[in-house]
């Protein structure tokens, strides 16, 4: 019996159609022996639907042909099975089971815990991060907060709330003042560099953050690294166990990566719905940043960078395959590390390729370490018998408490 893997992908975030290409390249290349493919597309509007045609890129010019040929179905755990059934309809049909989640998402209201907290709600064994891992993966100031803690090396930087913001920008601004320009400002949860703004000067960063605060209520600051070289390495495994990719040097034509550089720059794809994108015969796939891969490190470099890697990956608790981003002083050789991506486009699969793994044996591993987190994460005591409720009733139940809460 093959394991059935409930791909699910898109949602409200910026990242959609990114997501809709990641997935589409995943579900090409899961070994369809070993696993049944059951595509779940979230829309932007939040509806869920599966159905085969789905693993088609062509059906999503048209939101209309998905809405009327395939199902729109709600997941959820029913008789001992996790079952995406319909929504709608006197019959309640039941359309599909599936045995594990397999979330391929990015950016807010997915990848940031949001999925993850449904999915483990309903108790169905996922690929890649749980809860706490995807919410610290996704928030640049809870990931810079916890390395630090750590001690692992980064630009110098602070947070702040727009609350506190609005209340006294002066206070702020002196605060951020301490840090040396040039300064980036980034909305701290978007991704994508959406709302990014490297600035020489206060009035620079004035306009900055108010372009961050339209993203996010929590603005990350921090110091510029200069002579930049920017590389990147997947780390795949859970807390216990972790492997390295091949690393990547990123090439923007611009001062930093832009939205533009990571989807539509550089690559050879055929432009589809403002995206390249082709799954069978590019190489570079999503991702289309132009690349030197491997990068051109000397072997002490590297070493460092594979250490903190695997180290940032541990302390954050990810799991599955996350891309763990640096930023390199190429005058110096100081070693920054950037941010995490916990569910990286396009499974960051080049970078394992690169390494002799192809894509097929990078999905077959994410899917075996969920099983194995899911394993221990049931092997846990997570409730227990009690008499608190009894002893609530026997006290007169919520009248007899009344009294006791205030
Ligand atoms: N401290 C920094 N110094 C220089 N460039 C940076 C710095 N931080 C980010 N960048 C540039 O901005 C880009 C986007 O920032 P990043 O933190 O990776 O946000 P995102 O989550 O949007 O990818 C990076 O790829 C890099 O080119
Ligand atoms: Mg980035």
């Keep these: 019996m093959r394991i059935k893997v409930g791909v699910i992908f898109g949602g409200e975030t910026v990242e959609h159609e990114v997501s809709i290409i990641s997935a589409i390249q995943a579900m090409n290349k899961i070994d369809s022996e070993k696993y049944e493919i059951v595509p779940i597309y979230i829309t932007k509007d939040r509806e869920w639907y599966t159905g085969d045609m789905l693993k088609d890129i062509d059906v999503y010019q048209d939101l209309n042909l998905i809405k009327k040929y ?8 029913k008789d001992g099975c996790y079952v995406l059934q319909k929504k709608k309809g006197m019959l309640k049909k039941i359309v599909k089971e599936i045995d594990i989640a397999f979330p391929i998402v990015h950016g807010t209201n997915v990848e940031d815990g949001v999925l993850q907290g449904y999915l483990q709600t309903i108790g169905i064994p996922l690929v890649g991060p749980n809860v706490y891992g995807a919410v610290v993966g996704q928030d640049k100031a809870f990931m810079k907060d916890i390395w630090s803690s750590r001690n692992l090396p980064m630009t110098k930087y602070t947070w702040f709330y727009d609350c506190d913001y609005r209340k006294n ?3 702020i601004i002196n605060e951020i003042e301490n840090l040396k320009y040039p300064l980036i400002v980034k909305p ?3 991704g994508s560099s959406v709302g990014i703004a490297v600035c020489e000067n206060q009035d620079k960063l004035k306009e900055a953050i108010d372009d961050a605060l339209q993203y996010d209520n929590k603005v990350v600051v ?7 070289k920017e590389v990147n390495i997947a780390v795949m495994g859970n807390y216990e166990n972790q492997k390295v990719s091949e690393i990547e040097e990123v090439l923007s034509a611009n001062k ?3 939205y533009t550089d990571k989807y539509i720059g550089g690559g050879k794809g055929k432009l589809k719905g403002g995206f390249k994108y082709s799954p069978k015969t590019s190489s570079k796939g999503m991702a289309s940043a132009s690349r030197k891969l491997p990068a051109d490190l000397d072997s002490k470099l590297r070493e460092e960078i594979e250490n903190i890697a695997i180290d940032a990956f541990k302390v954050l608790g990810a799991s599955g395959n996350s891309r763990i981003d640096f930023l390199i002083d190429k005058k110096t050789n100081k070693v920054y590390i950037n941010e995490i991506n916990s569910i990286p486009g396009s499974l960051a699969f080049y970078l394992w390729d690169a390494k002799e793994i192809n894509f097929t044996q990078v999905l077959d591993d994410m899917i075996n370490i969920g099983i194995k987190d899911y394993k221990k994460r049931i092997s846990k005591t997570h409730s227990f018998e009690t008499n608190i409720l009894k002893g609530f009733a026997a006290n007169g139940g919520v009248k007899g408490m009344k009294g006791k809460l205030k």
């Design 70 to 77: 395939s199902e729109n179905v709600v997941l959820y755990f």
């Design 169 to 171: 920008s002066d206070k």
């Design 188 to 190: 701290a949860r978007t």
């Design 222 to 228: 921090e110091e510029v690294v200069e002579n930049l």
């Design 256 to 258: 930093f990566l832009t």
